[in-house]
């Protein structure tokens, strides 16, 4: 078996056989969907004003992996997003800069020399993103590709068809043998396109197996489905990063990522992230925002903040 | 007719699914309308009272766990039974009611009918009064009646046997089961039916059936803590009243006693919701997947 | 809460409400003062400020009131039930216009979280009454009959807990079937039931038909021993429904009475562990556990105890208690000196008798009535806090082994009002639903309501039900 610098902890023994793994992952306790919604939703009502607000729009701002993800990315593009991700607001310094830029492999060189002595990281989706359709040593030479050009942080997605279809160990294997690339060099954050694991169970046992791998991000979704991060799949993931640090003392970051467009999204996912998984992760090194848009809603809000008056979409940068 | 001695029958309580005298040892002279003395009944005491509640719980559960099909199956068993056995009892209620023979043939007659009426109503009660509830919310929500429990019975005083068993059939036809106090007056019919219920198939202390004063009786039951309801048809206004007050102390359903012109009417369904309770259990639907959720 | 991200204030606005300084009984649509001039003050349980003073009805006036509802009841009973139903959808809506005034109101003088009325009291009363409704002119459809008749003039007395909405229970089926009413708001909230006078003389309600009696129990009392009175409904403690069930014996008064509860709420080892706790805190904590469907009794399966305590302690640390106008309080104050001090004594008790407390660390507020979210465990059936009802925020933790334990268990209780079951198993809930004695059963959720639903209980319970088709039988001669 594949080990990890992580694999000592107490539940290395369920990933000993595929049957073994899958009796651990069913055995975690069910998901009641009407009740995790509900939940969300309740926290969904908290009022954060004032004092509380700067905290969370600032906090927010440092915990977005500003992304692009197209087809025509350029570096000229991605150059840009990188000068933004280091100065969001040119009009005001106190302004934080944002986590990472998350960008292809092959946009990593451009992306580090934007962003470098910022303190920005780069991160690199990898593993034939987004489909994660490609044999392994193709997703693998992909990874190692991120990592040799310097990615600080690699998201990587799992074989969502081994997932459905049963094959767990497979699947965990995958997410071993990339975390090993990884090394000590870069992060690894585990999307599992929730969207496409469609139950909350299926969330949830995900969320265990990416952790049991070795994940040090678990993350919802590529940006590229239907549906991507909602309040209710990130509180379920929560709650798994929660239990798993108490159960096996490892702390693991989550990552939302895909549809979260406004700040008062923003707060209320800081507001979940608060009231449970607590407030050792309230930093970004473990919670992250996979958005391109929010950045900019989060930098008006700021400014409505600091003046008083509602700001424009010209007083913002466009990248 | 031959000169032969006739043999005397002994009435007896039912209570428990057996045939006991009351432990009191007491009986009382049970006459006919013109006061020909027709048989001593017993005369049950607050113990009697006492074990026949004991008897009546234990039968709780299974009878109420039972299906309603199987219910149903077995009170018409009932009426099969009496059909058999018409004879005597339209002997006992002329002798009781001081009835013409045809007369007490129509009121038999009536009775068997309403126990095969009352056959029917188990299994079709629950989709009558019950049902799902349309609630905003992803939730599934069904009402559902249940028997209320042990249930009191005070039989009227004049129909002794068609008013017996319309009061008597309704509450076991939901699941209840029960401890009737026979007519004072005219409690053979009552007792002898104990006897048909025994070789029906109605379980063991479904029914128990005791004889003696109507008011001795009814007091420990009407504030016996086990007893979760009382029908005070067979109670005159004052000891209605006594028996509703010591009834509050655990809050028993009561039924009031109400005038009743003419037993053989068609009953409708009141003296069957009269002993149900309303049980409504939730469960949230939720979607197919977690894709349905949003902000 | 010790967070970075600690939540600014975030009040509710008060001036959304007007209070007058002084009301009076509300009667033949007309505010008057009491006969024989008695007020009392209702006061904001989170503040102790006395919010108004209200005039105290005594027996003179729930005979007036009792004559005018009377009197209103030949006129409005032989009303097409089309007509019935308009007033009453009037006042559904013209709530919903002025939810955010009467949810203020009833936090301030309940003490309960604006989240809750806001979010779960205001929009069930103006639910109720658009249920209720659409049902004045389709009685004949509801199974009572070719055309039920309403009863006459109902007394209906109501408690502290959920003011308004308790009061949509009780008036809107009671108008909708054609009976006039006269209605005593529990002594410590008084104030909703007035603002809904007010509703009614919006609404253009013929006077009479709603009359409000603000008082103390001797109220209650003359309103039920009325003999002009046909049905009483009363929602409250049990020990007061049994001597009113005394009161009405012997006469043919129809009555409802929803009384006490001692809820069980099961938790198998298989449940859906982080709704469940989720479910547990909402059975109890829900407005303080001051209510009579709570699920006070935690019945925990034992191989998960512990698992399930750490959980449910962690999430207790992060209730929010306070000021109840904030909108981010989720435990409000004890509505009152006397339900604080009830508490106090019954969980001392609970201590005496051996059962372990534990609370979070929560500071509470140096004036108004206030109680920190606690719970027991070592509890035991023979506890007093595992029978009597506490109707405060007090859980008590039992565990058992085996279904059939647990179903014994959460029957052993002379209540059957509310229980909840959580697995993950279908049939289990099923089988475990089907053998409990209580007129609601949660199962993997816990305190919904909806106006759809019959709500009621089993033994010392009441009886009678109230909401859905059910509701209209205690308001029809049937």
Redesign the interface.
């Known amino acids: 078996m594949p080990t990890t610098a992580s694999a000592a902890h107490p539940l290395t023994d369920v990933t000993a056989s595929d049957s073994t793994l899958r009796r651990f992952l069913h055995g975690l306790?069910?998901?009641?969907?009407?009740?995790?919604?509900?939940?969300?939703a309740s926290l969904?009502?908290?009022?954060?004003?004032?004092?509380?607000?700067a905290?969370?729009i600032d906090?927010a701002i440092s915990m977005v992996d500003l992304t692009t993800l197209e087809g025509a990315d350029t570096p000229g593009k991605v150059r840009a997003l990188g000068a933004k991700a280091v100065r969001p607001d040119p009009t005001d310094r106190t302004t934080p800069a944002t986590a990472a830029v998350c960008v292809y492999p092959d946009m990593v060189p451009v992306a580090k020399e934007a962003v470098a002595g910022s303190g920005v990281k780069v991160a690199s989706v990898a593993t034939a993103f987004p489909a994660g359709r490609a044999a392994l040593d193709v997703k693998l030479a992909d990874v190692r590709d991120a990592v040799a050009a310097g990615a600080d942080e690699v998201d990587m997605v799992i074989d969502r068809g081994a997932f459905l279809s049963g094959r767990y160990l497979k699947v965990y294997d995958e997410i071993v043998a990339v975390r090993e690339v990884c090394g000590t060099a870069a992060r690894l954050k585990v999307i599992f396109e929730?969207?496409e694991?469609?139950?909350?169970d299926?969330?949830r046992r995900a969320s265990w197996l990416g952790m049991l791998a070795g994940a040090d991000f678990i993350k919802t979704s590529t940006g590229k489905v239907?549906?991507n991060a909602?309040?209710?799949?990130t509180l379920l993931m929560l709650?798994a990063v929660r239990d798993f640090r108490?159960q096996t003392g490892i702390q693991v970051g989550v990552k939302p990522a895909g549809g979260i467009r406004t700040s008062k999204?923003a707060i209320?996912f800081?507001?979940l992230v608060?009231?449970t998984a607590?407030?050792d992760w309230?930093d970004n090194h473990w919670f992250r925002f996979g958005a391109s848009s929010l950045l900019n809603d989060l930098l008006m809000q700021r400014q409505k903040l600091a003046t008083g008056r509602y700001s424009g979409p010209d007083y913002v940068t466009v990248d | 007719m031959s000169d032969r001695l006739s043999v005397l029958k002994t009435y007896k309580l039912y209570v428990g699914g057996k045939f006991p005298r009351s432990e009191s040892g007491r009986v009382y002279e049970v006459t006919d309308s013109k006061g020909k003395w027709l048989a001593n009944a017993p005369q049950s005491s607050r113990k009697d009272a006492r074990d026949a509640v004991v008897a009546a719980r234990k039968a709780f559960g299974g009878w109420s766990g039972a299906t309603a099909y199987n219910r149903g199956q077995v009170l018409y068993r009932v009426a099969e039974m009496l059909e058999g056995r018409k004879a005597q009892f339209v002997h006992e209620v002329a002798d009781a009611e001081g009835l013409s023979k045809s007369r007490a043939a129509e009121q038999v007659e009536a009775t068997i009918d309403r126990w095969v009426w009352y056959a029917g109503w188990t299994d079709k009660i629950a989709q009558v009064v019950g049902g799902g509830n349309p609630v905003a919310g992803p939730y599934f929500n069904l009402s559902s009646p249940e028997p209320t429990g042990v249930v009191a019975v005070l039989a009227p005083q004049e129909s002794s046997f068609l008013g017996l068993v319309s009061v008597l059939a309704p509450v076991i036809a939901t699941g209840n089961t029960a401890i009737v106090v026979a007519s004072e007056r005219s409690p053979l019919p009552a007792l002898s039916l104990g006897e048909v219920l025994a070789t029906s198939d109605v379980p063991g202390g479904v029914v128990n059936v005791l004889s003696g004063r109507t008011a001795e009786i009814a007091t420990p039951l009407a504030s016996h803590q086990d007893v979760n309801a009382i029908d005070l048809a067979g109670a005159d206004d004052v000891l209605a009243k006594e028996l509703e007050i010591a009834a509050a102390d655990n809050l028993k359903r009561v039924l009031r006693p109400q005038p009743v012109d003419n037993w053989t009417a068609t009953p409708g369904i009141d003296r069957l919701t009269a002993f149900l309770e309303t049980k409504t259990v939730w469960h949230p639907t939720g979607s197919l997947g977690a894709s349905g959720s949003s902000y | 809460m010790a967070s970075a991200f600690d939540y600014a204030p975030a009040p509710e606005s008060r001036s959304v409400v007007d209070i007058a300084p002084s009301y009076g009984l509300f009667i033949d649509g007309e505010f008057v003062e009491a006969a024989d001039g008695k007020v009392f003050k209702t006061v904001s349980p989170s503040t102790e400020e006395v919010l108004s003073e209200v005039a105290q009805a005594g027996s003179e006036d729930v005979d007036r009131a009792v004559k005018a509802a009377r009197k209103a009841f030949e006129k409005w009973s032989a009303l097409p039930g089309s007509e019935r139903a308009k007033y009453l959808f009037r006042i559904a809506r013209i709530i919903q216009e002025r939810s955010r005034e009467l949810a203020v109101l009833e936090t301030l003088d309940n003490g309960k979280p604006i989240k809750e009325t806001r979010d779960a009291d205001l929009p069930l009363v103006a639910a109720h009454f658009f249920y209720y409704a659409g049902w004045a002119d389709k009685l004949e459809h509801a199974g009572f009959g070719a055309s039920p008749k309403p009863l006459g003039v109902a007394g209906q007395v109501i408690p502290w807990n959920f003011p308004l909405l308790m009061l949509a229970w009780k008036i809107a089926p009671a108008l909708a079937t054609g009976n006039t009413v006269v209605l005593k708001p529990a002594e410590t909230t008084p104030l909703s039931a007035l603002f809904f006078a007010d509703v009614c003389r919006q609404a253009g309600l013929p006077r009479g038909v709603v009359n409000i009696l603000p008082g103390y129990g001797d109220t209650g009392a003359a309103l039920v021993a009325h003999p002009d009175v046909n049905k009483v409904a009363f929602t409250g403690s049990t020990a007061v429904g049994k001597e009113i069930a005394r009161t009405v014996a012997g006469t043919r008064k129809k009555v409802t009475l929803e009384l006490g509860g001692k809820g069980a709420n099961i938790v198998f080892d298989d449940a859906p562990i982080d709704q469940a706790v989720e479910g547990i805190v909402n059975g109890i904590f829900f407005n303080q556990g001051q209510v009579c469907c709570a699920g006070s009794r935690l019945l925990v399966q034992e191989s998960i105890q512990d698992e399930l305590l750490d959980s449910l302690k962690r999430r207790l640390s992060t209730l929010r208690l306070g000021d109840p106008l904030d909108k981010n309080t989720d435990i409000g104050a004890i509505n009152s000196a006397e339900q604080l001090s009830r508490i106090t004594s019954l969980v001392e008790k609970g201590a005496a008798e051996g059962a372990e407390p534990w609370s979070p660390e929560c500071e509470l507020p140096s004036s108004g009535y206030w109680f920190a979210p606690t719970l027991f465990t070592n509890v035991t059936q023979a506890h007093t806090i595992a029978r009597d009802e506490i109707f405060g925020p007090v859980l008590s933790v039992l565990t058992f082994r085996t279904p059939d334990e647990a179903v014994a268990k959460a029957n052993n209780t002379q209540y059957g009002l509310s229980a909840g079951i959580w697995t993950e198993k279908g049939s289990r809930i099923l089988a475990v639903a089907n053998k409990l004695r209580a007129g609601v059963v949660w199962s993997n959720t816990f305190n919904k309501f909806d106006p759809t639903s019959p709500f009621g209980g089993y033994k010392e319970s009441g009886f009678g039900r109230e909401g859905g088709r059910h509701g209209l039988e205690a308001y029809l001669d049937v």
């Open positions: 306790p069910g998901v009641d969907a009407v009740g995790l919604e509900a939940r969300a969904g009502t908290r009022s954060i004003k004032t004092t509380a607000k905290y969370a906090l929730t969207g694991l469609s139950t909350y299926n969330i239907a549906v909602t309040p209710a799949n709650e108490a999204d209320k800081l507001v608060n009231e607590g407030e309230l």
